[in-house]
C-alpha cells in the first residue's frame, strides 16, 4: 500500500481497480532490433493487425440491430482498412529495412501517410485521412497492450519500476497512516454493501475528445501524468461527476493494471493496493459523501436567493445533449454555457447544419428553459479527434501547432472559416425558433471581431428569411469575456451585446500567463489574484452600466470557496457544472451580501497572496 499526490479533480472518493493505457501517439516506443528478429517483428504486426479485426469485427457484432446507419457504415470503412494488405506491407518493409520495432515502422508509416494527403489539399480526402489514422493508432494500442503485459514480468524495466514504487511507499508510507486516521476519525455512517468497484483509467494524458468517450463508457474515475485541474478534460471529469487526479507524473509506471486504487478527487490523493482498512475507511467515507449529496437534495425546490433577499440566477454548464437531464435535476434556471465543440469530436467528419440543428433543437426543447449555445471553441486543448480543424495547408504543422491557445482559435477559426461558421449560426437560429436560445460567442478580443460577426449575422438572417426558413430574428447575442483585452475594455463590448458571460478559466490563464493544461505552473493559477477580481469586477460593472445580465460560468462559478466574494463582486448570475449547483445554491442561501461589500474591497486593494487567501477564509467562514 502506498500513495501518491497530485492535484485533485471532482471532489468525491471513487475505489475501482486501474487500467493503464498508452496513447499511442504520446509514447511510441522506438528502438532498433537485430536482424535475426525482423521476421519476428513483422509476425507480431500481423498479429497486432488480426487482434484489432478480431476487437472491430467483435464490435460490430455486438450494435443492436437499429444503430444508426453512419455507425455500421464508419465501422465497415475501418474493418476495410484492416483487411487491405496494404496497410501492414509498407510497415513491414520499414521493420525489415530499417531494423526497427512494429510500433516505430507504422508511426513512421503514418507521417508518410499524412503527409501524402495533406498535400492533396482536398478536404474531403483529408477527412478520409482521419480513419487511416484511427485505425493505424488502433493497431499502435494492440501492440503497446502486449508490450505492457510483457513489462509485467522480470524485466530490466518492470525491476526498474518496482525499485520506483518501493521508494514512493516509503516516502509516503506516514501520510498513508494519517490518511487513514483521518478518515476513520471522521467517519461515523456504517458500512454500505451497494457495489461501489469500478474501472479507473490511468493514462498519460487524455484529451477532451477521449474524456467524451470514457464519459460514455462510465468509468469510475482517471489518473493522468499530465493535465491541469482546469484543463477541458478536468472539467469534463467534474462533469461527469468522477473523481479525478491529473498532473501526477509517473502514475503510468508507478500504476499497473489490475492494481486496487482509491481516488480521494478533494484531496488530491491515490491509495494503491490498500489494506483491508483502508479500504473500508474510504468506503465509509464515500459513503458519507453520497449521504451529503442527497441530503442537498432537499434544496433543489427551494428559492436561490441570498438572507438578505437578493435573487440570484443559477444556471448549468453542459457539453453533451444527454447531460440536459441533470440540468434538469437540479432545477436549474437555464442553460448558462453549452459547449458545442463536444459535437464535433470523436467523429470523422464535421456535423452539418441540419444534424447540429436536430441536435440543438432537441437540448432546447428537453430544456424548457433558456439555453445559452456558445458557438464553437475548438483548438488549443479541444482538437477534433485524429486532427485540427483549422490545418492550413499553406502552413506548416509545425506554424499551426505553436501555442494554439494564442492562435486561431474560436471566434477567431470561426470567423476565418466560414464553411465551418455559417452552418452552426443557422442552425442555432433555426433551434432558437423552437425554445429560448442565447447565442454566445468565445474569445472576443477586439470591436473589430464584433463588426464581422454582426455583418454575418445579418446575412444568415437573410438567408434564412429569402428561404423561408422557420428561425428566431430577434436571438439574443452575447459574448465571453475571457481574453483580458475584453475585460478591460468591458464597457466597450457590453454596448454592442445583449449579454456577457465572464469565463474565467481562459481569463485567468490568459491574465496570469500561465498555461491551463500545463501542470508545472498550476501552482500560479490564482482565481484570488487581484487582478483577476479587479478584471471581473470591471465586467460586472460595465453590464451594469449598459443594462445588460452579466454572467458567469468558467469553474470559478461553481466553486463554493468563491461564491461569497463574487457575489460581493456584484455577480447574480452563476452557471456551472450541474453536480455543484446545489452547493452553490447552499452558500447563497447562507450569505448576507450586504456584509461583503466592504471585505470585497478590501480583497481589491490586497496585493499579498496570503493574505488574499485569509481575507477569503475570513468571508467564508
Ligand atoms: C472559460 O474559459 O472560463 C470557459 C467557460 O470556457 P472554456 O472552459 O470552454 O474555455
Ligand atoms: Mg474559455
Redesign the pocket.
Known sequence: MFTLHASGVGGGIAIGVARVIRRAARETPAFSIARDRVDAEIKRLRAAVARAHAALTGIREALPADAPEEIVSFLGIHLMLLEDPALTEQPARIIAAQCINAEAALARHAESLDGFFKALHDPYLSGKSVDVAQVIHRIQGELLEESDGDADGVDSAGDETNDTVVAAAAINADTVAEESAAVAANDTVANDTEDWRGEIIVADDLSPADAIDLKRRRIAAFVTDLGGPIS?TA?LARSMRIPAIVGLHGATRYLRTGDVLVIDGKRGVVLVNPDAAALAAYQRRRTKILRRIQALDSLRDAESVTLDGEAVALLV?IELPEEIAAAASGNAHGVG?Y?TEFLFMNRAGLPDEEEQFEVYADVVKRARRVVTIRTL?LCAD?QVDGGRVDRDPNRGADAAATNPALGRRAIRLCLHDLSLFKPQLRAIYRAAAVGQVRIMV?MLSNIEELNQLFELLAQVKRELRDEGARFNPDTPVGG?V?VPAAAVAADMFAHRLDFLS??????IQYTLAIDRIDDEVNYLYDPLHPSVLRLIKNTIDAGRAAGIPVSM???MAGDTAYTRILLGLGLREFSMDPASLLEVKRQIRLTDTAKLTAPVAAMLQTAEPERLKQMAEEINR
Do not use: A, Q, V
Open positions: 477541458h472539467i454548464n454555457l459547449r471553441d479541444k468565445p465571453m475571457e465572464i469565463g474565467t478559466n481562459d481569463l460560468c468558467g469553474e
